[in-house]
């Protein structure tokens, strides 16, 4: 599985939006991007996840550059209780056969 | 559905003593997998299984360590002995077949080994 690079920690304001980018260059063409986050003391938590089309749920966007070789986890307004370290995992589509690695995230930090 | 469910929530013992953590998947979810996380190494997977298989344990840090799956419904991690450096948070994580990598995390067992 590719190999992932983010910023170790950002801030954001209440109420703004938050881009939390993620490289990875390294990406192969049957390989999806994921995101999770971790609030303190809990389970990390599935976010969203694509392939090479912009994605949306009720969580959060997912915009990935045509290239792939980057993408953008997007918080549209964001709140206190999104302060988490975010995750940016790429997979390949053989999930039988793989595994996940968690790098060390980006810990977002919101504030009023 | 009541997610993962991990148990016990905390686990304080004292080196050399066996320590038994278990997880619940959620129903019908055909992978499983163990994590362990330090604020030294981060989050960091020990093993993981798929059907109740032991697909790859690559991860688990020495012979004290033991996973099983006896069926599709419970899981446990074992230390036997447990020493001072196996302090951590033990996550245990389950995810659909056909259902890409999306895995949904347990609570997590606070294990403290004095």
């Known amino acids: 599985d590719a190999k992932t690079t983010q910023p170790p920690s950002m801030d954001c304001a209440e109420g703004r939006a938050a881009n939390l980018p993620c490289n990875h260059s390294?990406?192969?063409?049957?390989?999806?991007v994921y995101w999770y986050r971790q609030i303190h003391s809990q389970g990390p938590q599935y976010i969203i996840h694509?392939?090479?089309n912009n994605e949306t749920n009720e969580m959060a966007s997912l915009i990935i550059t045509e290239d792939r070789k980057s993408s953008t986890l997007i918080l549209p307004h964001a709140t206190l209780r999104d302060t988490a370290v975010y995750y940016c995992?790429?997979?390949?589509?053989?999930?039988?056969?793989?595994?996940?690695?968690f790098g060390d995230g980006t810990t977002l930090t919101v504030k009023p | 559905d009541a997610g993962v469910i991990q148990s016990p929530r905390h686990e304080v013992t004292e080196m050399g003593q066996e320590v038994t953590l278990r997880c619940k998947p959620i129903?019908?979810?055909?992978?499983l997998f163990w994590y362990r996380q330090t604020m030294m190494r981060g989050l960091e997977l020990l093993i993981y299984?798929?059907?109740?298989?032991?697909?790859?344990d690559s991860g688990m840090p020495e012979d004290r360590f033991s996973a099983k799956m006896p069926n599709a419904s419970f899981s446990t991690l074992k230390i036997q002995p447990s020493e001072p450096r196996d302090s951590a948070v033990y996550f245990c994580?389950?995810?659909?077949?056909?259902?890409?990598?999306?895995?949904?995390f347990g609570p997590g067992t606070r294990l403290t080994v004095l």
């Open positions: 994580a389950s995810r659909l077949a056909g259902g890409g990598d999306t895995q949904y």
């Open positions: 390294t990406i192969s063409g049957n390989e999806y």
């Open positions: 694509g392939l090479k």
């Open positions: 995992i790429v997979r390949g589509t053989n999930t039988n056969a793989g595994k996940s690695t």
């Open positions: 129903s019908g979810h055909n992978s």
């Open positions: 299984f798929n059907n109740n298989v032991p697909i790859d």
